[in-house]
C-alpha cells in the first residue's frame, strides 16, 4: 500500500522561510514523477513544482526563484524549499507521486502554510 506523507507546514511570517517534506512507503520512489501543488481557502488545486524521475523541475511562474523542489531517491523524500514567503503562498499544500507507466496518481494529506504577520 502507497503512503505519502507530507510535514513541514507551520506559521511564518512574511519574508521567512519553511521546507517541506514528502516521504513516500510501499512504492518503489525513482518511477514516479513528483509535485508538490496547493490549495488556498474557496479555491482549487493548483501546481506549484513538479520533478520528474530524471530531475526535471518546472514551477508555477508565481514561485519562480522562491521555491525549489528536489528530491532524494535513498530516502524516499521529495522536498519543496519555500524562501521570501508571501500571504498569497498561504494554502494546504500537497505531495502527488505520479507513476511513470500507468500515470496512477499517488496523493498525501497535505500540510497548512500559513504566512501572515
Known amino acids: 500500500q502507497v503512503q505519502v506523507v507530507e510535514s513541514g507546514g507551520g506559521l511564518v511570517q512574511p519574508g521567512e522561510s519553511l521546507t517541506l517534506s514528502c516521504v513516500a512507503s510501499g512504492t518503489i520512489f525513482r518511477s514516479k514523477n513528483m509535485g508538490w501543488y496547493r490549495q488556498a481557502n474557496g479555491k482549487q488545486r493548483t501546481m506549484v513544482a513538479t520533478?520528474?524521475?530524471?530531475?526535471?523541475?518546472s514551477y508555477v511562474d508565481s514561485v519562480k526563484g522562491r521555491f525549489t523542489i528536489s528530491r532524494d531517491n535513498v530516502k524516499n523524500t521529495a522536498y519543496l524549499q519555500m524562501t521570501n514567503l508571501k500571504p498569497e503562498d498561504t494554502a494546504v499544500y500537497y505531495c502527488?507521486?505520479?507513476?511513470?507507466?500507468?500515470?496512477?496518481?499517488?496523493w498525501g494529506q497535505g500540510t497548512q502554510v500559513t504566512v501572515a504577520s
Open positions: 520533478i520528474t524521475t530524471g530531475g526535471t523541475t
Open positions: 502527488q507521486l505520479q507513476n511513470i507507466y500507468d500515470r496512477r496518481e499517488y
